[in-house]
């Protein structure tokens, strides 16, 4: 079975970090392209970051540049997002997902994990 599972999430003050991990199971990591999104109440999913396999070439959404770093440890068959400096509006539930097609931050993807929430408070 094909499996995705984050972990990481939690309550934190603004300003703060979070480091995010998903770990795949059921499959080698190192052939998928993987992608986190998020999603606040009431609203769409997001794309937030993309990394891909070989060359581990790395996608940020515009609201998250120079605050969020995705790498993968694919001996450990685990992708991480290090969140820094977070904000209140950073608030959602994450998600990662796996795809063997390169869909950068489009919602596509054809593996997802169940979700991790993050709370950001002010």
């Known amino acids: 079975q094909l499996q995705l599972v984050e972990s990481g999430g939690g309550l934190v003050q603004s300003g703060g970090s979070l480091r995010l991990s998903c770990v795949a199971s059921?499959?080698?990591?190192?052939?998928?392209?993987i992608a986190w999104f998020r999603q606040a109440p009431g609203k769409e999913r997001e794309g937030v970051s993309s990394?891909?396999?070989?060359?581990?070439?790395?996608n940020y959404a515009d609201s998250v540049k120079g605050r969020f770093t995705i790498s993968r440890d694919d001996a450990k068959n685990t992708v991480y997002l290090q969140m820094n400096s977070l904000k209140p509006e950073d608030t959602a539930v994450y998600f990662c997902a796996a795809d063997r097609v390169d869909k950068l931050l489009y919602l596509m993807y054809d593996i997802w994990g169940q979700g991790t929430q993050v709370t950001v408070s002010s």
């Open positions: 059921g499959f080698p990591l190192d052939a998928y392209y």
């Open positions: 990394i891909s396999t070989i060359g581990g070439r790395t």
